[in-house]
Every structure is written in C-alpha cells, then in structure tokens.
C-alpha cells in the first residue's frame, strides 16, 4: 500500500433524491474510481484520519450523515471508533458473518449511539442476524 492516499466522498439520497449522506471511501490516488488495498483496516484508518481528524465533519460535509466501511478487525475494537457517534452510519461490509463476537460488538456500537447499516448485503441464514442492528 502506497504512503500517497486520499479520501472520496459518495451521495447517498434518500427516496425524494434530497443529499442526506455521504460514503466514505478510500482511494490510493486522486485518480482512482475504485478502492485499491490489500488491507481493509489499513485503508478504513487512513479514510477515517483524514475526514474525522485532518479535515475535520463540519468542514467536510456540515451536517450530513457519514457513512464509514468498517471490516470486521474495525467493528471489534470500538475504540477506533470516530467522534460525534450521532452523525456516523457504521456500514458493516459484506464480508462480515454474524459470528458472536461480531454481534457482541455491534451491540456495543449500537449502544454508544452510532447508526449501523448493512453494505452491499445478501439476505441469508447467516446474514439475518445482523438485520437486528
């Protein structure tokens, strides 16, 4: 992974096309149209450092929601967890199974008031059990 990184923001409407949100996404160069890593925890760091500590929210995207890809290794250390819970969507990716200690973790990020959504989701025997989140 190249030390030259930067960050892509993507509208998320909700039904009446109004901007409510904004993805979080992570690019190795200004130029790139798709996430190129080869470690998920190391791009969601660099994302999240740049708009939740360089950047800043209020700057990047006032009010709107934030909604942030977190790999499995992310959603069990709730301390990495950014600031200001209230105005970030945890996005738990498609890659994570409803094992108990990912459950046991989204229940904490539930508590500590973050919203969590369901990327790129396939319903499933082994997805249903996120659906309570």
């Known amino acids: ?27 190795s160069n200004a130029k790139d149209k798709s996430a190129k890593f080869s470690d998920a925890m190391v791009a969601t760091a660099r994302a ?4 939740f500590y360089e950047i800043g929210l209020e700057q990047l995207v006032g009010k709107r929601m934030v909604f942030l890809n977190a790999p499995k290794e992310w959603l069990l250390k709730p301390e990495l967890l950014p600031p200001r819970p209230r105005q970030i969507v945890i996005e738990v990716l498609e890659t994570v199974i409803a094992e108990p200690e990912v459950l046991e973790a989204l229940e904490v990020i539930k508590n500590k008031w973050y919203l969590i959504a369901l990327d790129d989701c396939v319903l499933n025997e082994k997805s249903d059990l996120l659906l309570i989140y």
């Open 48 to 51: 999240s450092n740049i708009a």
């Open 1 to 27: 992974m190249s030390n030259s990184y930067c960050i892509a923001l993507q509208p998320i409407c909700d039904r009446h096309l109004n901007h409510i949100g904004d993805e979080l996404l992570y690019r």
